[in-house]
């Protein structure tokens, strides 16, 4: 097996182990705080791996012709693990409630993909490995730094105002239902506004631990700001800051343990000019 592709060795049952976690934890098991716990798990899962198969069907690792049909069976198997989750521990989802995650997280998929495709073509951004024939002397190249990540976290602040204007603005549409998809479209925007930064930051080929502190602590400032964005736009007291805390908690373990991963197999974030050598598996 070539070396770029060892990185799947590694993720695939870091991916599994997390899915299955997913499907089986009981949300109604323990006391309040395990139920902060796992609801704040299950909601980072279903949304950080959803940025995550948006990421990989962007910019790799793999040949575009298979990242693109399996990310969105990995991005469409999340709601499976939620319904598998109800079916276990008899806490049946409406279908109401199904088709409204469905759709927030298809949207977050999409959303995240085009910001990601337009940053590749703007700054001609790539994942890149350290046995690829571009980091050769006679290909030219720049380095991602921290001015691109700056930029990138503008735009995808800009991206996440867009929406929760959008979503802010049909308020009074509607009862039940608006205020569950407003809610979960408001997990999802701040899914992509939240864990690229930081996934970017982790993939930096030099200064990236710096980068990360840097990340986590702007992660730190917006929990709170959610909660109050989150208040303005829906009124409703659940969730709580304690909510908001755990689900970027462990949004931020899993988009970093991801990180981690791409990177001791070799892989950073680069931006690239130049002619591109030909690459036969896209």
């Known amino acids: 097996m070539p070396r770029r592709y060892r990185v799947f060795c590694w993720a695939v049952p870091l991916i599994c182990i997390q899915w299955l976690a997913f499907a089986l934890i009981d949300l109604e098991g323990g006391g309040a705080a395990f139920r902060c716990a796992s609801g704040g798990f299950m909601l980072a899962t279903l949304f950080g791996q959803t940025t995550l198969a948006a990421f990989w069907a962007a910019l790799g690792p793999g040949p575009l012709r298979w990242r693109l049909p399996l990310s969105f069976l990995w991005m469409a198997s999340l709601p499976a693990a939620m319904a598998i989750n109800g079916c276990v521990h008899h806490h049946f989802a409406g279908v109401e409630d199904m088709v409204i995650i469905g759709i927030c997280i298809f949207s977050q998929w999409t959303i995240a993909q085009a910001l990601l495709w337009a940053l590749a073509i703007w700054f001609g951004l790539r994942l890149h490995h350290a046995d690829d024939p571009a980091y050769g002397p006679d290909y030219p190249k720049r380095q991602f730094g921290i001015r691109h990540l700056m ?92 909510d908001f805390v755990a689900i970027n908690a462990f949004t931020a373990v899993t988009i970093l343990a991801a990180a981690l991963v791409l990177r001791l197999n070799g892989y950073r974030i680069t931006t690239m000019y130049g002619p591109r050598p030909c690459q036969s598996g896209i």
């Open 151 to 242: 930029l990138i976290t503008v735009l995808v602040a800009v991206t996440f105002s867009i929406g929760r204007t959008i979503v802010g603005g049909s308020r009074g549409l509607s009862p039940w239902i608006l205020e569950m998809m407003m809610f979960f479209s408001f997990l999802a925007l701040a899914a992509i506004v939240l864990p690229l930064p930081l996934l970017f930051a982790g993939l930096l080929p030099r200064r990236a631990f710096p980068a990360v502190l840097a990340v986590l602590m702007l992660i730190g400032f917006a929990t709170a700001g959610e909660l109050a964005i989150k208040t303005a736009v829906l009124g409703s007291p659940r969730p709580d800051l304690g």
